[in-house]
């Protein structure tokens, strides 16, 4: 029974996407606007089926430990669903099931290509929450993040198609800092994820190991200063897919973390330090560039990273103190679960909010989307809360400049506040698209609210090893009122300047312009261009000297042989095994250089 849940959950999602590709033949105009579902009845009959794809993973979800091995595939392919893999897996089904709901059966025009790439990201994610060795989690990442390509460019405009460009260059950093990362921890004895982070400890390339993995991994979980895709791709990207690249795909990071640093296994205060720091920047520092968007979804992008910057916070005090580990990495997984809802909610409610802000639902729509913002935030009673208190409860001892971070942490629901203020702001300015009755996309989002007020609590208090939720004593309840607060008071203050026009011209605009989104990006794009054109100048003097010298063979060697050698060895180069063999012995060569490091 266990081996048909896990075949159902990774072939007929895939088989489905295959299918829909298969049937979207021959290719039309991408275009990106709601209109009446396909008339094809195989592709209505497909979309309809995709959102139930999801069962069976969730199905798996009922199994603890369930388990699949297979020897013949790679080097052993093993998935397990342990302790922390399985709230994951259960938020990531919900998330995937509610976006391919909100696509799918809306009749979304342009939706057929978003719904295979959900398939295929939904099957990756999957994969990398329960990969049990080193080959197979790799697999499930590289299929999970290149897919994701196809979500962030599905609209085929100028602003998508940057966003992809960007996205997919940080990629292959990724990629390539994660197969490094992950070949060095397979050579020190961690084929399987459960031997990793204590052959990373004892490997002789430690520190080699570990930067390559705060690197790949903080590419996804957008970790300062590698969070530049995150801004461009959600407001490029269509909210289903902005719901789960935020609420699921981030956490992709947030696992490699967790599953391949020496956390408990090895103290490692520099490293840990550093990414304290990196992490404690990024959740800060994104509060005030994310202010000066205009745009709903981009501030909620900025939201992630700051979210995501308490996470790599968490991990960085587990590196630092590797005595709190064992606290630290329950309480990650506890307050990703409670975020990939939430924040899932709050960027599938962007068009929800458009499409049925009027009348009664009005209503409905405006209490669901502030109980997420409200669980984003860490109020009192919500999911949120639980998060953050067993984060706190975790990280007691540690300090950072001397400051415990019991008193810091608590300062990024303070953020969250203005944040979130500043995107139900724009989002009720924005004009809206109403339709007269409900539908598949306004059902699919009150079930994933309805997902985020039940499961993280039910998730926590059954599933993870946490020693205390919050409770109902006056010094929790402020513990958990007082960041909220704060924010409300300084977004009021700010409100207070602005009608006194006592703020500065860029603070009182806000309309995107005084810090593009992306913030950093666009420097980063112009030092590419840069040093692009120095490489094409240098490439073309090396033609050029190239050209020379075989004009000087020729002419000193007064025979065709050397001229046809010359052009039999430039022939072969150029062909796709010449190729081929140059991009292998590369590789080798950073091999070597990273073993001889």
């Known amino acids: 029974m266990t081996v048909a849940l896990w075949v ?48 069976p993973t969730l199905a798996l979800t009922a199994v603890p430990g369930a388990t699949l091995e297979v020897p013949w595939l790679l080097v052993g392919t093993h998935l397990h669903v342990d302790g922390a893999a399985r709230p994951l897996v ?17 009749g979304f025009r342009g939706g057929r290509g978003l719904v295979a790439f959900l398939l295929v990201c939904h099957v990756g994610t999957t994969v990398v929450f329960t990969a049990g060795d080193t080959a197979t989690f790799y697999l499930g990442y590289a299929l999970m993040s290149f897919a994701a390509y196809g979500l962030v460019v599905n609209s085929r405009t100028a602003e ?34 459960q031997d990793a982070p204590r052959a990373v400890a004892d490997s002789d390339h430690t520190g080699l190991i570990v930067a390559l993995l705060l690197v790949g991994f903080g590419v996804k979980a957008g970790t300062l ?27 992709a990071g947030l696992v490699g973390w967790l599953r391949f640093l020496p956390l408990g296994e090895a103290e490692l205060p520099g490293w840990g330090l550093l990414l304290l720091i990196l992490a404690l920047a990024g959740a800060f520092l994104a509060v005030p560039a994310g202010e000066l968007q205009n745009e709903p979804k981009v501030v909620l992008a900025y939201s992630t990273i700051s979210q995501m910057g308490f996470l790599a916070a ?38 929800v909010w458009k499409h049925h802000a009027h009348g009664t639902r009005r209503w409905v729509v405006a209490i669901g989307l502030g109980g997420a913002a409200l669980a984003v935030a860490g109020a009192p009673f919500s999911s949120g809360a639980v998060g953050k208190y067993a984060a706190k409860n975790a990280v007691g001892g540690a300090q950072l400049a001397g400051v415990d971070m019991v008193d810091l942490l608590p300062l990024v629901a303070t953020g969250s506040t203005l944040l979130l203020l500043r995107a139900g702001w724009l989002l009720v300015r924005n004009e809206s698209d109403s339709r007269s009755r409900p539908d598949a996309e306004l059902g699919a989002w009150l079930l994933l609210v309805a997902a985020g007020i039940i499961v993280p609590w039910v998730v926590t208090d ?30 009021a203050l700010a409100l207070v ?87 292998v012995l590369f590789c080798l060569a950073l091999f070597a250089a990273g073993v001889l490091s």
């Open 8 to 55: 159902l959950a990774l072939v007929l999602p895939l088989l489905t996407a295959a299918a829909i590709g298969l049937a979207t033949m021959p290719p039309r105009p991408a275009v990106d606007t709601s209109v009446p579902a396909p008339d094809s009845p195989v592709q209505r009959l497909l979309l309809s089926i995709s959102p139930l794809t999801a069962l």
């Open 497 to 583: 300047l602005k009608r006194l026009r006592l703020l500065p011209g860029w603070a009182a605009r806000a309309d995107g312009r005084a810090l593009p989104p992306g913030d950093i990006v666009g420097p980063e794009e112009r030092l590419v261009r840069v040093a692009g054109s120095a490489v094409s100048a240098s490439v073309g003097s090396a033609r050029e000297l190239r050209e020379r010298g075989v004009d000087g063979v020729r002419r000193a060697v007064p025979t065709a042989g050397a001229g046809r050698s010359y052009d039999a060895v430039e022939a072969g180069l150029a062909s796709r095994p010449g190729s081929g063999v140059v991009v």
């Open 314 to 351: 968490l991990v960085g005090v587990a590196l630092t103190s590797p005595e709190l580990a064992p606290a630290v990495i329950p309480a990650a997984v506890a307050y990703a679960v409670h975020h990939a809802l939430a924040k899932g909610a709050l960027f599938l409610g962007v068009p």
């Open 90 to 106: 259960l938020v990531s089904a919900l998330l995937y099931a509610a976006a391919l709901a909100a696509v799918a059966w809306a």
């Open 160 to 193: 998508a198609l940057r966003a992809g460009r960007v996205y997919i260059a940080l990629t292959v950093i990724s990629e390539t800092a994660v197969l490094a990362a992950l070949i060095l921890v397979t050579s020190a004895g961690g084929r399987l994820v």
């Open 462 to 491: 059954t599933w993870l090893p946490l020693t205390d939720v919050p409770g109902l004593d006056p010094v929790t309840l402020w513990d958990a009122s007082w960041p909220i607060l704060l924010g409300l008071g300084i977004a």
């Open 225 to 251: 200063p590698l969070h530049v895709w995150l801004p461009l791709a959600h407001p490029a990207a269509p909210p289903a897919a902005s719901a789960v690249l935020s609420g699921a795909m981030v956490k």
